[in-house]
């Protein structure tokens, strides 16, 4: 049986904007949602980083680019950007104890990527959330590219859960499809 929807495709394809999109529908249609996504921050026209927001507004440092980054310590880096584990674990983690409480519901988790998988409490916490029976996923992985991410390769092969690719082609019309998708995973 279904349980959880997964979105991949190219970074910039538009995964993150029809994540918001479905919690909007769902929403309306009365469910619970809670989780995070990732924004990216610009200054001047340029990429300076990414943000954790969380679906009530509250936003934490994921990265910046190193010049800007906080000092100190052992830097986790990924390409350019200079990874800021605390903020994000005081963000997200908190979000997933949330999540386990309570009745059916969506929680969304954009993205599982090279960033956020610095994580160890993160992976912990997907992976619980994956084998909670009141729970479902709406989330995004990044497209396989280069060393395989342990915990995206889970996801994929998982029997319980559906991936959509997203392609500039398909995502205007994939929309009514992935909604029909989550409120399976949701009956």
């Known amino acids: 049986m279904m349980k959880h929807v997964f979105l991949t495709g190219v970074p910039g394809v538009g995964k993150s904007t029809l994540v918001k999109k479905v919690c909007d529908a769902v929403v309306s249609a009365g469910v ?13 026209g340029r990429r300076v980083g990414f943000d954790v927001v969380t679906l009530t507004g509250d936003r934490g440092q994921l990265s ?3 010049a800007q980054a906080a000092a ?3 830097e986790l880096r990924v390409g350019q950007y ?6 994000f674990e005081s963000l997200a983690l908190p979000l997933f104890r ?10 969304v988790i954009d993205e599982i990527g090279k960033m956020e998988l610095f994580s160890q409490a993160f992976i912990r916490a997907v992976r619980q959330t994956l084998d909670a029976s009141s729970c479902s996923i709406l989330g995004t992985i990044p497209v396989p590219k280069g060393k395989p991410l342990a915990l ?5 092969s998982r029997q319980d859960v559906k991936i959509f690719m997203i392609t500039k082609e398909n995502r205007d ?3 009514d ?3 029909s998708a989550v409120q399976e995973c949701l009956k």
Do not use: A, C, P, W
């Open 32 to 44: 619970s949602v809670s989780g995070f996504y990732t924004e990216e921050v610009r200054e001047r």
């Open 64 to 66: 910046r680019l190193s």
């Open 72 to 74: 100190g310590g052992r």
């Open 82 to 87: 200079v990874v800021d584990l605390q903020s």
């Open 98 to 107: 949330d999540m386990r409480e309570g009745s059916k519901r969506l929680f």
């Open 152 to 156: 995206v390769e889970e996801v994929r």
């Open 173 to 175: 019309v994939v929309f």
């Open 177 to 179: 499809d992935i909604v």
